[in-house]
């Protein structure tokens, strides 16, 4: 099967979308070859391999693709490697990673599903010895249960080219979503925060309040070394956030006005931000 062959055949779209993001993918055009090069560039490595061969490979691809899928969502740290790769991986299976994936909204229901089938079929292939064949009776269920390829306009001849089609389109659903989340930014965002004690009174009492609390940490510092020292340093961090929270919501006309007294307690990067949206901290 030539998928550039149906690209050109058909005047209908292929259209993605990658589940609860609710990120919609869009409609690529059938002219749009980039996608449709990927998919005969797959087909090619695929056409000559045995049933065994192609689940194996196909699990491979949807292995990989399914983590570069977490990767591009997921936070841009050390933990999210961990997840996904290197020994251990709590996320470095092909199991892990399509109910990861589910779970996170980056995939389809039916998504899902027919890459629970391709897992099961993988295991049926991979865990034995014996000769195993997709006319075998738990393998025509799991392909029977597997969606028809959105690009396809006729019936598929045999279950290999079912399953060949319905995977293959699959991945390439993946690379989709992987470049849409890429392009919009609609990565996963921070949401931990910290708690801080408010200061009650009118925006001039709160800034009155944390002057005078700045005043006696300040002199505190001056005096106090080590593990002293490190938390009076916590505790001027916490009170510019209060101060900072009393400016952010006073009077908007005399925003200016207070937010230069912060500078007699701070340089101006540290007043630059509040670190209550900082999730570093």
Partial sequence: MAFAKIAKATPTYFRARSGALRVHVG????????????????HGRLKDLDERGLVLTLAAFAEDSLADLLSTY????????????????????????????YSLGLITKG??????????IRNKF???????SF???DMKKHIAAMRYSNLIENLPESLREKFESSISVL???IKVAIGQISKNRSQAKPQGSRIYAGVIGSTDEQIAMCRLK????????????????????????????????AVSMGPKDKFNEYAKGMLDFATPEEVAFSSIYNREL
Avoid at 83 to 99: E, K, N, Q, V
Avoid at 111 to 120: G, I, P
Avoid at 126 to 132: D, F, I, L, M, R
Avoid at 214 to 241: M, P, V
């Fill in 111 to 120: 998504q899902y599903h027919d890459l629970e089938h391709l897992r099961a």
């Fill in 74 to 101: 997921m936070l841009d740290n050390v933990a999210t490697k961990k997840l996904i790769g290197g020994f251990d991986a709590p996320l470095g299976t092909l199991s892990a990673r399509i109910r990861a994936c």
């Fill in 27 to 42: 409609l690529i055009a059938m002219k749009n070859d980039d996608y449709f090069e990927s998919l005969n560039k797959l």
């Fill in 214 to 245: 700045l005043k006696e940490i300040a002199e505190r510092l001056d005096q106090s070394k080590g593990e002293e020292k490190e938390f009076n340093t916590h505790l001027k961090r916490c009170w510019l956030e209060k101060y900072h929270r």
């Fill in 171 to 173: 991945l390439l659903e």
């Fill in 126 to 132: 991979s865990h034995t010895w014996e000769p195993v």
């Fill in 135 to 137: 006319e075998d009776a």
